[in-house]
């Protein structure tokens, strides 16, 4: 006969698809009755819109008729009490009731990449949802913070609809293509401007590291806006482990403001792991590439910024211009899913893996080592 035990450990498998944990160890199975064949299972929403319950009820009935002896299976929804999400935004913060940036805590090891660009323009954004997306594919955790406030793109090219879900004062992050991504964009009605100063954009910042629940990340990449104003300066603030990925073009007048967006790692201590050149070359039909903005561009960039920061920036790829790679961000789909044997989708996943496989550093990091007095 079946068991209330049997059917627990079943539900154990399911996973809540916007906290990535059993719905068993977060607090969402409230009871499980056994009724000779029917299993009759409460489950607490953390919401009472949760955009995922139609999601959450099948999974959970599925999981239940695998049981040996389960016919049938009675849902009965219900809510979270303010005392469960209170239990619940502590378990997930790591047993702290207030919000905190988690990167920055003692032994967490998400590498941290800030993608940016001396000047608009040069797919910077295109190029941190297409890395994000091949890391996810390739198996890695992955979030994106689209730090760009005003020029904000990463919602569209990710295909990403709708809000982060809110548990109180902490946000879920909407999942696409397997990344965890917010944006100011998911919050402010289609065409309506952002208008803030620096404070407010450094708060924006901050509240997206500390208000948000990532969980356990392999990667967080941000989507720096260009140049080096007050975001790049709140990132170099709140995240001082980050580092930087420089996005040029090859044309002479961008690489020559990318280096200056690079050499801001002078002010902030930042590492600067590489430069990428997008819209190196276009194919053409007989196998030559046309240089259509110049040439060089991305190893100037290198060369200047391993003179200026006294250490080896290397030009971690070329990436050429690709039709396909512009369609699949038009359409939400990045090109290293929608079209992977493409040009630009093959290199743009030879860097993501060469950055996803650098060695950590020990910085922030416990080495487990306790002094001994003798």
Not at 67 to 85: K, T
Not at 212 to 233: E, K, N, S
Not at 256 to 261: F, L, M, P, S
Not at 315 to 326: F, V
Request: contains cysteine; aromatic residues 2%.
């Amino acid at each position: 006969m079946p068991t209330a035990e049997l059917v627990r450990d079943a539900l154990a498998k399911v996973i809540d698809p916007e906290i990535r944990r059993p719905i068993t160890e977060i607090g969402m199975v409230r009871s499980v009755d056994i009724d000779g064949s029917l299993a009759v299972i409460g489950i607490d929403l953390t919401t009472q819109g949760c955009p995922m319950r139609d999601r959450i009820t099948t999974d959970v009935e599925a999981a239940a008729r695998k049981v040996d002896g389960i016919e049938d299976v009675r849902i009965e929804l219900g809510v979270m009490s303010e005392e469960q999400r209170h239990g619940l935004r502590s378990q997930l913060r790591g047993g702290k009731p207030e919000p905190v940036i988690q990167f920055t805590q003692p032994g967490n090891l998400t590498r941290i990449y800030a993608i940016a660009s001396g000047k608009g323009g040069v797919g910077k954004s295109t190029v941190t949802a297409n890395l994000a997306a091949a890391m996810a594919a390739d198996g890695l955790k992955v979030g994106v913070l689209d730090a760009d406030i005003f020029g904000f793109s990463i919602p569209g090219m990710l295909g990403v609809k709708g809000q982060p879900t809110r548990i109180d004062d902490m946000l879920l992050p909407p999942i696409e293509h397997e990344v965890k991504a917010v944006s100011i964009g998911m919050f402010v009605p289609e065409g309506q401007p952002v208008v803030w100063r620096g404070p407010m954009l450094h708060r924006a910042v901050e509240q997206f590291l500390a208000d948000v629940y990532w969980g356990d990340l392999d990667i967080l990449l941000l989507d720096l806006p260009p140049g080096t104003g007050d975001i790049a300066i709140s990132v170099a603030q709140l995240l001082p482990h980050a580092e930087l990925v420089v996005v040029t073009t090859p044309q002479s007048a961008a690489a020559g403001v990318a280096e200056r967006a690079g050499a801001i790692a002078t002010q902030t201590a930042q590492n600067v792991v590489g430069v990428i050149e997008n819209m190196a070359w276009l194919d053409q039909p007989d196998g030559s590439r046309l240089h259509l903005f110049g040439e060089g561009g991305g190893q100037t960039v290198s060369d200047r910024l391993s003179a200026t920061l006294g250490t080896a920036v290397p030009l971690l790829g070329q990436i050429p211009l690709d039709i396909t790679a512009r369609e699949a961000g038009d359409a939400g789909v990045p090109v290293v899913l929608s079209d992977p044997d493409s040009t630009a989708a093959l290199e743009l996943t030879r860097i993501a893996r060469a950055l996803a496989s650098r060695q950590r550093g020990l910085a922030g990091r416990s080495l487990g080592v306790t002094p001994v007095r003798s």
